[in-house]
């Protein structure tokens, strides 16, 4: 049979409540929706560690966390290096994939290829290797109409604050992004069946859609940020005066703003990737394609007093998926329109190679979902596993467990844990933990995360009980020294 094309499609920082065919009945995706009517949703679709560079390297590796060595981004961490034996774009390219990645990839150096034939990079003004410039920024100087940077407009890269993009429109790097995965795939190896990761920038912050898309939603009814109960801990005025803040209340009008930039973003890369949808079509590639789209991690916009990423709530840490296969592999069996099975991004590499007809590496930790995706009543994992060291604070450093119906969140910093029924209440508004009718729930969620941290012997548990890790150094896998270490490259 034929071997099938696969494309990749990731946003950066994308909400899993940001799209339409996930209930949102405001925002306008209408390729996206077209593209889950065509395959599956994954309802219960997680990130295990909410934030950049940890996030994409288990997709890259198909690795959990523990087991790459990033925990989060932030204390004791480290970043995405060249340095894993098997990775997605590795195990593709070794198999005769022509394979390309364009956009955002978060790797170190920046130019490593980490299994990849070739990249073309848009880092969102990260310069964290010796001379590094991006491809999007070299050509926005040569293509620009003007004297003026990307981002002249003066919204920084993880401000709350929002205007539209300042410059023409084909200069966006939503566009570019788009305009370059063709130009990448007209110049491919026609002879070999291809892999094409196209990553965005967006719509992480800096909230900037072109005019007509902030203009769009800024006249639109907008959703209110989710407030719980218990949100009073993060009203801090002495840090939300920060135009880059985490946390801290502001006024209504500043958050809707910020969520009609956001979504107007999500609307300009929805009606983006309909044009590489169309070249697909055009080149007789679409009914031969694995699609894959999905992103590293949400955005709190403003829940619960919250701004960007790193946390256990379902604004930080739900992301959407949406995979549609070819055309001979939906006809084969009855596709389900919807699958509520916990699953995360460690996922997304098994499932791509086992759609492929390849072998998955040992050490991946993720599981094909292809079983999932032909209907079959195969044993699953019962629950998902997420992190994140602390970063902005060391208060919100956290570790939860969920099966997308419930969720246990535990803060090591300070020794306390939530609860939620997500069945009745999505927005985390009312924390259950305190509640003696829940206190079986409660234990049996705890018992799940100390079933998975003991292992570790990482000092986080001591028989049948969570350790307050007050005062202890920061949480660093020994998995990260192992891989750094010179002897222990290719792991």
């Not at 969520?259 to 107007?264: D, F, I, N, S």
């Not at 080149?283 to 960007?308: C, K, P, Q, Y």
């Not at 086992?354 to 044993?379: F, I, N």
Request: aromatic share 10%; glycine share 10%; proline share 8%.
């Amino acid at each position: 049979m034929k071997r099938p094309n696969i494309v990749l499609i990731m946003t950066d920082q994308h909400r899993f409540d940001a799209l339409g065919c996930y209930g949102n009945t405001v925002i306008e995706t209408p390729n996206l929706d077209s593209l889950a009517q065509e395959g599956t949703v994954f309802a219960s679709a997680y990130s295990s560690t909410p934030s950049c560079v940890p996030a994409r390297t288990s997709l890259l590796t198909g690795m959990d966390p523990w087991h790459t060595g990033i925990l989060g981004t932030g204390k004791g961490q480290g970043k995405m290096g060249g340095n894993f034996k098997h990775t997605l774009p590795g195990e593709l390219s070794k198999s005769g994939y022509c394979t390309l990645g364009v956009g955002k990839m978060n790797f170190n150096p920046q130019r490593a290829l980490n299994g990849f034939h070739q990249t073309s990079l848009d880092e969102s003004g990260r310069v964290e290797s010796p001379g590094f410039v991006s491809d999007y920024a070299a050509w926005f100087e040569r293509n620009k109409t003007g004297d003026y940077g990307p981002v002249d407009h003066g919204v920084d890269w993880n401000s709350w604050m929002s205007r539209p993009f300042h410059a023409p429109e084909f200069l966006h790097p939503v566009n570019w992004t788009i305009n370059e995965s063709i130009r990448l795939l007209e110049k491919r190896d026609p002879t070999a069946p291809f892999f094409l990761k196209t990553s965005f920038s967006r719509p992480h912050s800096p909230y900037d859609p072109v005019p007509y898309y902030f203009d769009l939603y800024r006249e639109k009814s907008l959703p209110a940020p989710c407030i719980g109960e218990w949100a009073g801990m993060h009203d801090q005025p002495d840090e939300a005066h920060s135009p880059n803040a985490w946390r801290g209340k502001r006024k209504n009008e500043e958050v809707l703003r910020a969520r009609a930039g956001y979504y107007g973003l999500v609307n300009q890369i929805d009606q983006q990737i309909g044009r590489l949808f169309s070249y697909l079509r055009h080149i007789g590639a679409w009914e031969n394609t694995v699609i894959v789209f999905t992103s590293d991690h949400g955005d709190m916009l403003g829940d619960h007093h919250l701004w960007r990423k790193t946390y256990a709530y379902e604004g930080s840490a739900h992301i959407p998926l949406i995979v549609r296969l070819p055309k001979s592999m939906r006809q084969a069996k009855a596709i389900p329109g919807r699958i509520h099975n916990p699953v995360c991004l460690q996922d997304i590499m098994p499932t791509i190679l086992d759609s492929a007809g390849l072998p998955v590496p040992a050490v991946v930790d993720g599981s094909s979902m292809l079983p999932l995706l032909r209907g079959e009543t195969a044993a699953w994992r019962e629950f998902v596993h997420g992190e994140h060291s602390w970063c902005y604070s060391e208060e919100q450093e956290m570790q939860y467990v969920t099966d997308g119906r419930w969720k246990y969140i535990w803060f090591p910093r300070l020794g306390t844990e939530q609860l939620f029924d997500l069945g009745i209440d999505r927005g985390e508004c009312r924390d259950l933990s305190g509640d003696p009718r829940y206190t079986g729930e409660l234990a049996a969620w705890r018992e799940r995360l100390i079933q998975v941290l003991e292992p570790r012997n990482a000092g986080l548990t001591e028989g049948s009980r969570l350790v307050c890790q007050a005062g202890q150094p920061p949480l660093v896998s020994p998995h990260y020294k192992l891989r750094t270490e010179p002897a222990n490259v290719q792991l």
